[in-house]
């Protein structure tokens, strides 16, 4: 299949997965279940609380079928429905409560307090946004 179809085919739902009968999964195998490269699935572990595979004795990543199916829902949230790295964070997470939040952070239109400076924090957050936004547009690659 040319690189482009292999984009676009990638690009298709989470939904169309089918997850095969067994408890445990290799990085690899996780990777091409859900048609997201290795590399993203490890930068989504560090993103993701909710996604801690275990290693094995090797120090190889084992997922186990829950894993699997957190990594289709994070692909969904953002490649579906336009989270950013924290929305999809916090919609995992279910600290989402009220209808309006539950809206991607790409169309909300939150401003800061008059006044408010950058600080470590927020500045350290930003920068793990963009290195998500960086990190999904090389994997669309």
Same mark, same amino acid.
């Given at each position: 299949?040319?690189?482009?179809?292999?984009?676009?085919?990638?690009?298709?739902?989470?939904?169309?997965?089918?997850?095969?009968?067994?408890?445990?999964?290799?990085?690899?195998?996780?990777?091409?279940? !859900?048609?997201? &490269?290795?590399?993203? @699935?490890? $930068?989504? /572990?560090?993103?993701?609380?909710?996604?801690?595979?275990?290693?094995? #004795?090797?120090?190889?990543?084992?997922?186990?079928?829950?894993?699997?199916? !957190?990594?289709? &829902?994070?692909?969904? @949230?953002? $490649?579906? /429905?336009?989270?950013?790295?924290?929305?999809?964070?916090?919609?995992? #997470?279910?600290?989402?409560?009220?209808?309006?939040?539950?809206?991607?952070? !790409?169309?909300?239109?939150?401003?800061?307090?008059?006044?408010?400076?950058?600080?470590?924090?927020?500045?350290?957050?930003?920068?793990?946004?963009?290195?998500?936004?960086?990190?999904?547009?090389?994997?669309?690659?």
């Amino acid at each position: 299949m040319p690189r482009s179809q292999a984009s676009r085919h990638a690009r298709s739902s989470s939904a169309e997965v089918a997850i095969p009968d067994k408890p445990f999964f290799r990085i690899n195998e996780v990777s091409e279940l !859900t048609r997201t &490269k290795a590399h993203v @699935l490890r $930068y989504w /572990e560090t993103e993701f609380p909710t996604l801690k595979p275990e290693k094995s #004795s090797a120090g190889r990543r084992i997922y186990s079928r829950e894993d699997l199916e !957190t990594v289709l &829902k994070i692909k969904r @949230l953002l $490649y579906e /429905e336009g989270f950013t790295i924290a929305g999809a964070r916090k919609q995992l #997470s279910g600290e989402i409560g009220s209808e309006a939040e539950s809206a991607p952070e !790409t169309t909300r239109h939150d401003k800061p307090h008059e006044g408010a400076s950058l600080d470590g924090q927020h500045l350290r957050a930003i920068k793990r946004e963009l290195q998500g936004i960086l990190t999904i547009l090389s994997s669309k690659c």
